[in-house]
C-alpha cells in the first residue's frame, strides 16, 4: 500500500512511494506526530539520480524488518535536496560540523522540535569497513532517546545554538578590487594540475564558475596564464569520459584526476554551466573543439533533457538496466563498451580503428573489463568520415540499450542556467532553434513558476507547480537567464521579467549588512536561516544574484540595484582571495564590475542585415559581463536604446563604460574594437 509519498510532484519522493516505511514529507503534521508519540524524527535527504540514495534504499528502506523497526520507533521523513535545498544546506551544515564531511544520502535524527542530535550519511545493512549497520544505528538512536533524554536534548540544544551564530555579513568589506583578483588567480595557479587540467586531485569536479572567472580576468587583462589553465581543462575534460563521446553532455564528475572514470549520472546545471564556458572559450579563441563542445552539449540538452512542457528535466540517472535482459541494474550500462561490442556493432577493421580512436581496451578502463569511451591525444589523426561513421553506428547501438533513467521534475534555478546557455549558444553559432528553446522554457518558467507577485515556485512537473517556494539562487538564476534571453532575443519583456524577480530579492533576501540569505524573509522557520556564499555544484544565490543585479543595473541605469549588487560582492572581497575555487562566480562577478560592465545598444531595423551583423558582433564581445540591448532606434523595449538614433541612416552601435559614452560606430570591426579590453 503507497505511504504519503504517493501524491509528490518528486520523482525522488516518488521512487519512495511503494516502501513499507510510512514515509511523510517534510510538512509540519510529521513533527507534530512525532510530538504525540514523543518518538525522534529520521530526516532522509537524497535525489533521484544519487547512486548511494538507491542503495540504500534497496538495503534498508525496502527491508519489511527495517521497516518495521523504523514504523515502531520513529517518524520517518523523506526529502528531495533538490525541492527543498533550504532544509537540505541547514542540516548538511550540522552534519559537516559533526562529522567533518557530508553527502547524500544524509541520514539525521531530529527531536520533535526538528533539531538534530545525531548524523550520518550512507549506512550498510551489515557492519563493514568500520561503519555500523543502520539497524544499530536505529537501536541505538532509540535506547539514547528512551533512556538518556537529557542528554539528547542537550546535544541537540547545543547544536542549534552553534549554528544560529554563524550568520554571515560582508557588506561593509567594500568591492573586490585588483588585488584580490590577483590573489585568487595566484592561489589558483597553486591547485591547478599542469599534467591533466583542473584544480586538486581526484575526485574532480568541472570547474565551471571558475573557468568564467580565469577567462573573464584574460580577457580584462591578457593574463595568458589565465587563459592557459582554461582552455587546457576544457581540452582535457572534453577528451576525457567525463563527456560523453558519443551523445554529447557531461557526467557529474571524475572518480580519477585523469577524467577518464566518471560518476555517470548527468546533471542539467552542469551541462548548462559547461556549454556556457565552452562557448565562452570559442569566444575568446576560435577554438574549434570548444565550439563543436558547447553546440553538442546544448544539443544533448534539448534532445535528452527537455520535457513536453517545454522546460528542462532535473537529471539522468547515473544506474540504468543491463542489456542482457536480467533486470539487473549497474552503474554506467547505458555508456560502457567492450573490444567484443565494439566488433558486434562495427565490425573487425572498424571496431580496431574505434578502440584506438576511443581508447577502449582489452583489460578496460572501467569495470569488468569495459571502458568508457575518450579521446586520447596519441591516437593521431583520424578520417573525419570514419570517425563520423563509426560514431553514428555507436550510438544507434547505444539507443537500443535500456535507457537511464529521468528526473523529469523542472527546477526553476537549473532551467534558468539552461536559458541563459541556449539563448548565447543560439546567437552566437546561429541557431534560432536553440533560442527558440530557450524562450519555450522561459515562458514556461514565467507561466507555470510564477505568480502575479513574481514569487517563484521552485519545481514543477509534469505541468503541475510544486509546493516549495523558491530560494535565493532560483530568483537569481531565472534573473540571468531572462536577461542572456533579453540580450540576445531583442525582446525586452525579459529584462522586465528579470527586473521583477530582482526586486524581490531587494525585498525579501537581502540582510541589513549587505548580506543575502537563501530564504526569503516570510519563508517557511527552519532551525537557522540557510546561507551560504559560496559556489560548489552550480552558483550560489548569493554570488548569483550580485552578478543578475549588476546586468541589470547596467542595463536600466538604476542605482539600488548597483548598490545592493556591490554590498554582496563584499563576500567576494573576503574569501575571494582564500577560497577561490568555491568563489569562482562571484570572482568573474567582479570582473565585469571592475570593468564596467560596458552597456552596449545596438539601433537598426529589424531584420537589417547590418543590423544582424552588429548584435551579433556585440554579442561576441569579450568585455566581463557586458550587456546587450537592440532594437529599433525609437523602440522602448529597453533603457539602453532611448535617444539612440541611426547614423546616416545606417545601424549603429553606442557602447558606454563608467558613465562615458564612446562615439556610434556603423562598422563591424570598429565595435570590436570598442570592446577589446581596456585594463
Not at 100 to 108: L, R
Not at 319 to 343: C, F, I, K, M, N
Not at 654 to 664: D, L, M, S
Given at each position: 500500500m503507497p505511504n504519503r509519498l504517493a501524491q509528490a510532484t518528486s520523482p525522488y519522493l516518488l521512487q519512495h512511494a511503494d516502501n513499507p516505511v510510512d514515509w511523510w514529507p517534510w510538512v509540519p503534521e510529521a513533527f507534530e506526530e512525532a510530538r504525540r508519540r514523543d518518538v525522534p524524527v529520521l530526516l532522509s535527504v537524497g535525489y533521484?539520480?544519487?547512486?548511494?540514495?538507491?542503495?540504500?534504499?534497496?538495503?534498508?528502506?525496502?527491508?519489511?524488518?527495517?521497516?518495521a523497526y523504523l514504523n515502531e520507533h520513529f517518524v520517518s521523513v523523506k526529502v528531495d535536496r533538490e525541492e527543498r535545498p533550504d532544509v537540505d544546506a541547514v542540516y548538511m551544515e550540522a552534519v559537516q560540523a559533526a562529522t567533518?564531511?557530508?553527502?547524500?544520502?544524509?541520514?539525521?535524527f531530529l527531536t520533535p522540535g526538528a533539531e538534530p542530535f545525531y548524523f550520518g550519511t550512507y549506512f550498510p545493512p551489515d557492519p563493514r569497513h568500520g561503519m555500523p549497520s543502520f539497524r544499530q544505528v536505529l537501536e541505538?538512536?532509540?535506547?539514547?532517546?528512551?533512556?538518556r533524554r537529557g542528554e539528547v536534548d542537550e546535544v541537540a540544544g547545543k547544536i542549534v545554538r552553534d549554528l544560529a551564530g554563524r550568520t554571515l555579513a560582508h557588506g561593509g568589506q567594500g568591492v573586490p578590487g585588483e588585488a584580490e583578483l590577483a590573489q585568487a588567480l595566484l592561489a589558483l595557479t597553486r591547485e591547478y594540475d599542469p599534467a591533466h587540467g583542473g584544480f586538486g586531485g581526484a575526485p574532480k569536479f568541472p570547474p565551471s564558475m571558475v573557468l568564467e572567472f580565469l577567462l573573464r580576468h584574460y580577457a580584462r587583462t591578457g593574463a595568458e596564464g589565465a587563459l592557459q589553465m582554461a582552455a587546457d581543462t576544457c581540452e582535457a575534460m572534453a577528451r576525457g569520459g567525463i563527456y560523453d563521446q558519443l551523445g554529447g553532455g557531461f557526467a557529474r564528475y571524475s572518480v580519477d584526476r585523469e577524467w577518464?572514470?566518471?560518476?555517470?549520472?548527468?546533471?542539467?546545471?552542469?551541462?548548462?554551466?559547461?556549454?556556457?564556458v565552452y562557448a565562452h572559450l570559442w569566444r575568446v579563441t576560435g577554438s574549434d573543439l570548444a565550439r563543436r563542445v558547447a553546440l553538442e552539449t546544448a544539443d544533448f540538452m534539448v534532445r535528452e533533457l527537455r520535457t513536453p512542457e517545454g522546460g528542462f528535466a532535473s537529471a539522468l540517472d547515473a544506474?540504468?538496466?543491463?542489456?542482457?535482459?536480467?533486470?539487473?541494474?549497474?552503474?554506467?550500462?547505458?555508456?560502457?563498451?567492450?573490444?567484443?561490442?565494439?566488433?558486434e556493432v562495427l565490425g573487425e577493421d572498424?571496431?580496431?580503428?574505434?578502440?584506438r580512436y576511443f581508447g577502449v581496451t582489452e583489460e578496460g578502463t572501467f569495470e569488468h573489463g569495459s571502458s568508457v569511451l575518450q579521446l586520447p591525444r596519441d591516437a593521431g589523426v583520424a578520417d573525419a568520415g570514419r570517425v563520423a561513421s563509426v560514431r553514428g553506428r555507436l550510438l544507434a547501438a547505444r539507443e537500443e540499450r535500456p535507457r537511464p533513467g529521468r528526473d523529469d521534475k523542472i527546477v526553476a534555478a537549473w532551467n534558468g542556467l539552461a536559458i541563459a546557455a541556449l539563448a548565447e549558444v543560439g546567437g552566437y553559432f546561429d541557431r534560432p532553434d536553440l533560442v527558440e528553446r530557450a524562450t519555450e522554457a522561459a515562458d514556461l518558467l514565467v507561466r507555470l513558476h510564477m505568480d502575479d507577485g513574481a514569487r517563484l515556485t521552485r519545481t514543477s512537473k509534469d505541468g503541475h507547480a510544486g509546493a516549495n517556494a523558491g530560494v535565493l539562487e532560483d530568483y537569481a538564476d531565472v534573473a540571468e537567464g531572462f536577461l542572456a534571453l533579453a540580450s540576445v532575443s531583442g525582446e525586452g519583456a525579459w529584462l522586465e521579467f528579470a527586473g521583477f524577480l530582482l526586486d524581490i530579492v531587494l525585498d525579501r533576501f537581502t540582510g541589513s549588512e549587505g548580506q543575502l540569505y537563501d530564504t526569503a524573509h516570510d519563508a517557511e522557520r527552519l532551525i537557522r536561516r540557510p546561507q551560504d556564499p559560496t559556489d560548489n555544484a552550480a552558483p550560489a544565490g548569493w554570488t548569483a544574484a550580485a552578478g543578475a543585479l549588476l546586468s541589470y543595473a547596467a542595463h536600466t541605469g538604476s542605482q539600488a540595484h548597483r548598490a545592493e549588487a556591490e554590498r554582496a560582492l563584499g563576500v567576494v572581497k573576503a574569501l575571494g582571495p582564500r577560497a577561490p575555487r568555491f568563489m569562482g562566480w562571484g570572482l568573474a562577478v567582479a570582473e565585469a564590475l571592475l570593468d564596467g560592465p560596458r552597456e552596449v545598444a545596438v539601433v537598426g531595423t529589424p531584420g537589417d542585415a547590418g543590423m544582424r551583423k552588429l548584435h551579433r558582433a556585440a554579442l561576441l564581445g569579450t568585455a566581463p559581463g557586458a550587456v546587450v540591448a537592440a532594437g529599433g532606434p525609437d523602440s522602448d523595449e529597453f533603457p539602453l536604446l532611448a535617444d539612440r538614433p541611426l547614423v546616416g541612416g545606417r545601424p549603429a552601435a553606442?557602447?558606454?563604460?563608467?558613465?562615458?559614452?564612446?562615439?556610434?560606430v556603423t562598422e563591424v570591426d570598429a565595435l570590436r574594437e570598442e570592446l577589446a579590453p581596456r585594463g
Open positions: 533521484s539520480a544519487c547512486h548511494w540514495c538507491h542503495v540504500m534504499a534497496h538495503e534498508s528502506f525496502e527491508d519489511d524488518g527495517t521497516a567533518g564531511q557530508g553527502g547524500w544520502p544524509m541520514t539525521v541505538g538512536v532509540h535506547h539514547a532517546w528512551t533512556d577518464v572514470i566518471p560518476h555517470f549520472e548527468k546533471m542539467l546545471y552542469d551541462n548548462a554551466l559547461l556549454c556556457r544506474d540504468s538496466a543491463l542489456p542482457d535482459g536480467s533486470g539487473r541494474h549497474a552503474e554506467g550500462a547505458y555508456y560502457v563498451w567492450t573490444p567484443g561490442v565494439l566488433r572498424d571496431a580496431e580503428f574505434a578502440m553606442y557602447v558606454c563604460r563608467h558613465f562615458v559614452c564612446a562615439a556610434p
